[in-house]
């Protein structure tokens, strides 16, 4: 009921098809964050302490709630914070560099002078800027923080690139399924089909070699530059170690 009426609502349920109309000079500009959680927060407490929906015999939701007699058994906050939080299933060891998670460090001024200790992390779903450290029996440590964050700098330039990065994907997806539809000429007789849309022998060489040259894991070339043979005084299994023969004069050549 309330984002219908805000400035900027959009709706899911339009035809794909639809082109998106032009911008009317004269609609209201989009609420800024601050702007919005103030009308959705404003819009929450009128529905209710004052809507008085059908459904409800005239009684404001709040009212509704008050006169129920259903006991109610309220929980500490710490447990329901607690509920909140995924766990991450396994044991782990605090280093001078902190908790690592998801190939990232994680640091709280709380770990100092408790390297080696194990640890078990629980976050919350989506906010993976800090995690929390429980011991093995589950006991809440402390809060642990994302070591050499992004800048807000850095992200808005990345969330850019990124951008960037779909749109050119999603063309070049929308032309690739273009060009791989196949059609075929009509036909009033039984005979083998006559595939439409003609392309030259240069043209389908130039597509794939291009796509050949796409792939830069195919480009990879690991052996290109072989590694030389481990050190004689290392420990290492007979099929790897260096061949020795005497040459004629007298000299071994590894």
């Not at 976050?123 to 993976?128: I, Q, T």
């Not at 070591?147 to 808005?156: G, I, K, R, S, V």
């Not at 043979?229 to 050549?253: A, I, K, M, V, Y």
């Amino acid at each position: 009921m309330l984002f219908a009426a805000l400035p900027g609502h959009t709706t899911t349920a339009a035809p794909r098809h639809r082109k998106k109309k032009p911008a009317n000079p004269d609609d209201p500009p989009p609420l800024a964050f601050t702007e919005f959680t103030a009308e959705v927060l404003a819009w929450t407490t009128w529905w209710n302490t004052t809507h008085r929906p059908d459904g409800l015999t005239g009684h404001t939701p709040i009212e509704a709630w008050h006169s129920d007699p259903t006991p109610l058994s309220d929980l500490p906050d710490s447990a329901l914070w607690g509920l909140m939080l995924e766990d991450d299933g396994r044991t782990r060891k605090l280093t001078s560099h902190g908790v690592r998670w998801k190939g990232r460090d994680y640091i709280g001024a709380w770990m100092a002078g408790q390297a080696g200790r194990s640890v078990r992390i629980r976050y919350m779903p989506h906010h993976d800027h800090e995690i929390e450290v429980f011991n093995p029996a589950g006991n809440h440590l402390g809060t642990a923080h994302l070591a050499d964050a992004a800048t807000p700098e850095q992200l808005d330039t990345l969330r850019r690139a990124r951008t960037a990065r779909a749109r050119r994907l999603r063309e070049e997806t929308r032309k690739a399924q273009a060009l791989r539809r196949q059609r075929f000429a009509p036909a009033t007789t039984p005979t083998p089909p006559h595939r439409l849309g003609a392309v030259t022998a240069a043209e389908a060489d130039q597509e794939l070699d291009t796509a050949a040259h796409g792939d830069m894991n195919a480009l990879a070339l690991p052996d290109l530059i072989p590694p030389a043979p481990p050190p004689q005084d290392w420990n290492t299994p007979p099929g790897l170690r260096p061949t020795h023969r005497t040459q004629p004069s007298g000299e071994e050549e590894r």
